[in-house]
Each structure stands twice: as C-alpha cells, then as structure tokens.
C-alpha cells in the first residue's frame, strides 16, 4: 500500500512537471513582443502606448491577487485536480482568443479573464504540497519549480523566433495549444483522492487562521513571496536599458539582455531540487533564512558593476538565493498547514505573488525614474534584508515555543 501511494504521487510529479513546463513556455512566449503587438492595434502615441502597455500588463496580476484566495477556497472544497482542469481549459481557450483581437480594450478584456482562470501553477504546487510526503515535499516542489522555470526560459527564445517569421498572432494560437495538452494530461492521467469537507465542519478564513498552530510563521512566508518576486521583476522594466549603459552601446544589448534576465531563472533550474532534497535533510526554515540572507548579500554588488558579465554573474547569483526561497517558502506552508486547508493558504500565497509582480516593475520604474538604475539594486537589498530580519524573529520565537 505505500509503494502505491508513492507511485501515486510520484506519477501526479512527472505529469504535472511536463505541464507547468509546456505552460511556462507558451506563458512566456508572449510576454516578449507584448508592447509591439499592442503597438499593431492602433496609431498610438508614445503615451498612450505606455498607458495601454501598463494596463494589459498589470491586469492579469491585479485579477489573480483578489481571486486566488476564491479558488483556493473552492479548491479545499471540490478538489484540486478540478482546479487544474478549470485553470488549463480556461486560459487555454481565453490566450487563444487574444490572438483575433483588433483593438487594446479586447486585449485589456481579455487579460482580465485571463488572470480569472488563471491558477495553473498555484495549483500544481498545491496539489503536490497535499499529495507528496511531508518528509519528501521539499524535493517534490523544487523538482517541479523547475518545470516551469525551464519552460519560462525556452519561452522567450521560441516565442521571439515565432513571432519574428509567423507574426504576433501565432504565437497566442501555440500557446492556446499548449495549454490544452496540459488540460488533456491533467483530465487523463493526474490521480487525486480527494475527501471534500462536510459542510458544517467547513471552517471560516478567520478560523483557519486562529487554529493555525504559528499564524505570524504563515503571515511572515506571504511577505516573503511577496518580496521574491517584487525583488525579482523590479530590474525588468531597465533591464534593457541597464544593458546598454554598461555595454557603451553595443549592437548586441538585445540578445545580452534576454540573457542577464535568463540568468536567475538558469540558476533556479539547476539549484531549486537540490536545496529541496537538502532542506528535507537538514531542515526547510535553515534554508530559507540562509537564502534571504544570501539574497541581502548579492542585491548590494548589483549597484555597482562596472560591465555586463559582472551583472550576469550576480544575476546568476540571484537565482541560486531564489532557487533557497520560493520552493521553500511553498514547502514550509504545506508543512505548516492542514491538507483540508493547503488551497486556501496557496491561495493566498498566489495572491501576495501577483501583487508582487505587480509592485516590483512598479518600484523599480519610480526608483530609477528619480534617482538611478544603481539606487533599485540598493533598495531591494534593504527589502531582502528587513525580511531576513521578520522571518528569523519569528522562527526564532517558534523554536522557542517547543522547548
């Protein structure tokens, strides 16, 4: 009975991992030229399209951060597996219709459906978190970080290439595609046991919170999803620009650029299972906190690179302190919490990652808009280290409550 539970969970790892990759290539095949297939839609002044640019960007993320709590709720209730199927068929069906749009607002629209079906990742996460073996789950969520981490790697490149020979369009059509193999794969081979809760022993958000043996544990962890990913997208808004600076105008900032912005997400693919495998041995909060500190450490030198293959370096650096915080993050939340519950409080987790890629282009923009470039790099280093300092309270007052 329990090799067939591990096969059980292991199946649902090797079929979700090929789907948050074929996912994370088609999500990221599109975000590259988003700014020049808008552009196609009208004759749009330099303001207007960076207004257009902004609001089809952010839309997605707005949604998601205010409805993700929503479908983790529905998912505790009904099943996580019916999540995926909800999230792959409706984001497959709504980026395949972006595809025929002849005007911003249809896009704008659109986007906001999409961060309403959005969810496929969170909830992959979410149903490995609940599936997987406590004492295994911090492998089983770094190897499937990586599927998406590779996927959002390849996407660019294949993406650009497509676009550049077949048009904007097509692009939207593959990924569409893309998604509905994922919707296949999930309907046809991802296993769930799933107990729904009787509805009078449903607890309220509020309750789940007080019954949770360290809520501020919990409280502390969304803010560091949060930070991960502000920290992570501030740098894209200049990152092209950054580029240029330091290479003196070279005719090759746009291929070098794509691979300092590669580099955190290369590192996170090689590093994120193995940091996993080691938290299961030593312990996930040591790791955590070593990454946040980590983290701290190689913002600080960003600031003051005097050429590109130094910020390539430390971008690569970037990714291993990632690779240390959000699988770890994702590990100690399914650790800490009740299987009935693990949706709502990834739910949640979800909506603090949306908001986050929503502030961090944001922060990163205004920073280097009245200081400089340098002045974000030193800003989110405070951010990474203010939160080290949060997190380790807390663990800290935690291991003290069990002595």
């Known amino acids: 009975m329990k090799e067939k539970q591990n096969n059980y969970w292991k199946k649902n790892l090797t079929v979700l991992w090929f789907s948050t990759f074929i996912s994370g290539i088609g999500f990221s095949m599109i975000t590259p030229f988003m700014p020049l297939y808008i552009n196609t839609l009208g004759n749009f002044t330099k303001s207007q399209l960076v207004t257009w640019n902004g609001l089809i960007f952010s839309a997605t993320f707005l949604v998601m951060a205010f409805i993700s709590p929503v479908w983790g709720k529905i998912a505790d209730r009904r099943g996580r597996k019916l999540m995926l199927i909800r999230a792959s068929l409706g984001m497959a069906i709504v980026i395949t219709l972006q595809a025929f749009v002849v005007a911003p607002w249809q896009l ?70 893309l998604l509905f193999i994922a919707f296949i794969l999930v309907v046809t081979f991802i296993q769930e046991d799933f107990h729904p809760i009787a509805k009078e022993d449903e607890e309220s958000t509020k309750e789940i919170f007080h019954n949770l043996k360290h809520p501020k544990i919990i409280f502390a962890l969304f803010v560091t999803t949060f930070i991960i990913y502000a920290s992570n997208t501030s740098i894209n808004p200049f990152v092209s620009l950054y580029t240029k600076q330091l290479m003196n105008g070279s005719s090759n900032v746009t291929l070098v650029a794509g691979l300092v912005a590669a580099m955190p997400g290369i590192a996170n693919v090689i590093a994120a299972p193995r940091f996993g495998a080691l938290g299961d041995r030593i312990g996930t909060e040591k790791i955590l906190i070593g990454g946040l500190f980590f983290a701290f450490l190689v913002y600080i030198p960003q600031a003051f690179v005097t050429n590109i293959w130094q910020l390539a370096g430390l971008r690569f650096l970037v990714g291993i302190s990632d690779a240390c915080l959000a699988p770890q993050v994702q590990t100690m939340l399914a650790k800490n919490t009740s299987h009935k519950y693990t949706g709502r409080i990834f739910g949640y987790n979800q909506s603090f990652q949306s908001m986050g890629n929503v502030a961090g282009p944001l922060l990163g923009s205004s920073i280097a808009g009245f200081y400089n470039y340098s002045a974000v790099f030193l800003f989110t280093s405070s951010l990474a280290l203010i939160n080290f300092i949060w997190v380790f309270s807390n663990l800290k007052v935690k291991n003290k409550s069990h002595l």
């Open 108 to 177: 704008l629209v659109l986007r906001l459906l999409q961060g309403v079906f959005s969810g496929f990742i969170s909830n992959a996460n979410t149903l490995i978190a609940s599936t997987a073996p406590r004492s295994q789950s911090g492998r089983a969520l770094g190897t499937l970080n990586t599927g998406v981490m590779s996927g959002t790697l390849l996407g660019p490149l294949v993406g650009g290439a497509i676009a550049q020979y077949f048009g904007y369009r097509v692009p939207f059509l593959i990924t569409g595609t």
